[in-house]
């Protein structure tokens, strides 16, 4: 479980498109990865990853999506 004292942004609609377009996230998968990212204040990207949603590639591949759409 990952717990941060921050409040986390929003997740953009951009972001959910890319993980279940390009990345081929379900949409169980990414709505049980939300519900886990709202409740422990964790980035969803960390959450999907530790939950073994996304695989180690695919986590340094929404790392490198979010460092060009910032």
């Given at each position: 479980?990952?717990?941060?004292?921050h409040?986390?942004?929003?997740?953009?609609?951009?972001?959910?498109?890319?993980?279940?377009?390009?990345?081929?996230?379900?949409?169980?998968?990414?709505?049980?990865?939300?519900?886990q990212?709202?409740?422990?204040?964790?980035?969803?990207?960390?959450?999907?990853?530790?939950?073994?949603?996304?695989?180690?590639?695919?986590?340094?591949?929404?790392?490198?999506?979010?460092?060009?759409?910032q």
């Open positions: 479980m990952v717990i941060s004292s409040p986390q942004p929003e997740v953009s609609p951009q972001l959910i498109e890319f993980l279940q377009q390009k990345l081929g996230l379900s949409e169980n998968a990414l709505n049980l990865g939300l519900r990212a709202e409740l422990e204040q964790a980035p969803l990207p960390i959450v999907l990853w530790s939950f073994g949603l996304l695989s180690l590639t695919q986590y340094q591949q929404v790392l490198d999506w979010e460092n060009d759409h």
